[in-house]
């Protein structure tokens, strides 16, 4: 084996962080199956308690957490395991969060659902350039726009509802339904 054939090997353990016992669970075999020694956790402490112990190679990591944010636990867990290749996971995905998360150190951001073999492509692409994002399929509706820019300014206001409603020049309970609202398309 020559110098250009000489692949590098990483850890092969995998800190998975999900809130939903279900999701968690069949994550979790199914990623074993690939060859990953996975260490599920319910929570963003349980994780940062586990990274301690034993920093992990590779972390899969919910965005919406029981106790912390996502993005908060990928701060904490890239000052324990800088190494750490994370993926982040979301069913809420905005453009806001995602560059958020890889401004974090996150390598890549996937949207739920996604399947096994998509999180393992993630993962396998370790040594490939994080920032090589595909262009959008078509051009985002007036709504998801919309969702996005205030999703942009709630993470700009960290997460203050009133001073994020202030800023849009909208009453507190409108912010809070458009953001209970799901954008119906891309």
């Known amino acids: ?4 054939e000489e692949k590098v090997e990483f850890p092969r353990d995998l800190l998975l962080v999900d809130g939903s016992d279900r999701i968690r669970s069949t994550l979790a075999t199914a990623i074993g199956k690939w ?22 190679g590779y972390v899969v990591t919910e965005l919406k957490l029981p106790d912390h944010s996502g993005l908060e636990l990928l701060s904490l867990l890239k000052r324990v395991a800088p190494e750490a290749h994370v993926i982040v996971l979301t069913s809420y995905a905005s453009i806001a969060t995602a560059v958020e998360a890889i401004k974090r150190g996150a390598a890549n951001y996937l949207i739920k659902p996604s399947t096994t073999e998509q999180i393992i492509h993630a993962l396998s692409r370790r040594s490939a350039d994080p920032c090589a994002v595909p262009p959008a399929p078509k051009t985002l509706s007036i709504e998801r726009l919309q969702w996005e820019y205030i999703n942009w300014v709630l993470l700009e206001h960290e997460g203050n509802l009133s001073a994020a409603a202030r800023a849009l020049s909208m009453h507190r309970r409108t912010l809070q339904r458009k953001l209970g609202k ?4 891309f």
């Open 35 to 56: 060859g990953y020694a996975v260490t599920a956790c319910r929570s963003a402490s349980e994780a940062l308690r586990a990274a301690e112990n034993a920093p992990p």
């Open 182 to 185: 799901r954008p119906r398309s």
């Open 1 to 4: 084996m020559n110098a250009r």
